[in-house]
């Protein structure tokens, strides 16, 4: 089955202690993003990638860090974890973002993961 | 700032009505759109699309309506169910960016 794997679903924590939210995407996509989920603010994109190797920030990087090293993950990175940053967080992937070839459309739509609920205490 | 917002934050409809939810956007060079539902505890999922050289596309009990002029895409649900309770997103692919989200409640 095509999907987008996330892991943890849900943690707690406390404060400075570093974390890892772990996503992978089986359908060799090229783009991946990640993005929070806070009440009243919709997503709001984090960081992503367009390629290996490649990664650029979001809306809302501070406090995170990404790696994009193979094609299938990519990693977020909390190193030093606050309480601001209890949320919802959705990673995503999508063929080719941005591509106006043949049958670009299709090439842009985002395949979320079930999201991972983070509390930092 | 954001590109695309959706009007009203939350619509309440009657089961078996029909149900309209708005989405502005400010880029003209938007070519595409995306109409995403979010289940409770799920991520959001694609319903359908848009091109900018259409003006409507039809899925099975949804419509998109895309306004070029004054920069507004609706997205029209048949016969609201009780299944279609969610939040719903547009967003514009140019950017990934995606608006606050509509939350439509269905009553029995």
């Known amino acids: 089955e095509a999907q987008v794997t996330q892991n943890p679903r849900y943690l707690i924590t406390v404060t400075g202690k570093k974390l890892t939210v772990t996503c992978s995407q089986n359908m060799n996509h090229e783009y991946m993003s990640w993005y929070r989920q806070d009440p009243g603010l919709g997503l709001r994109q984090i960081y992503y990638?367009?390629?290996?190797?490649?990664?650029d920030k979001g809306d809302v990087p501070e406090g995170y860090k990404v790696s994009r090293k193979e094609k299938r993950n990519f990693p977020l990175i909390l190193e030093s974890p606050s309480p601001n940053q209890t949320s919802l967080y959705f990673c995503a992937s999508s063929l080719r973002p941005g591509d106006r070839g043949r049958g670009w459309a299709g090439a842009n739509v985002l395949t979320f993961g079930a999201g991972s609920r983070l509390t930092v205490l | 700032g954001e590109s695309v917002g959706l009007h009203l934050p939350t619509l309440s409809v009657q089961e078996g009505d029909n149900s309209i939810i708005n989405c502005a956007y400010s880029?003209?060079?938007?070519?595409?759109f995306i109409w995403y539902k979010q289940e409770s505890g799920k991520g959001p999922q694609f319903i359908i699309d848009?091109?900018?050289?259409?003006d409507k596309r039809q899925g099975q009990r949804v419509t998109v309506l895309l306004n070029k002029t004054v920069k507004h895409l609706s997205l029209q649900i048949a016969a609201t169910q009780p299944g279609d309770s969610a939040v719903y997103f547009c967003a514009a692919p140019n950017d990934m960016r995606f608006g606050a989200g509509t939350r439509l409640t269905v009553k029995p």
């Open positions: 880029n003209s060079a938007s070519d595409y």
């Open positions: 990638s367009m390629n290996v190797e490649v990664t």
């Open positions: 848009i091109r900018s050289n259409m």
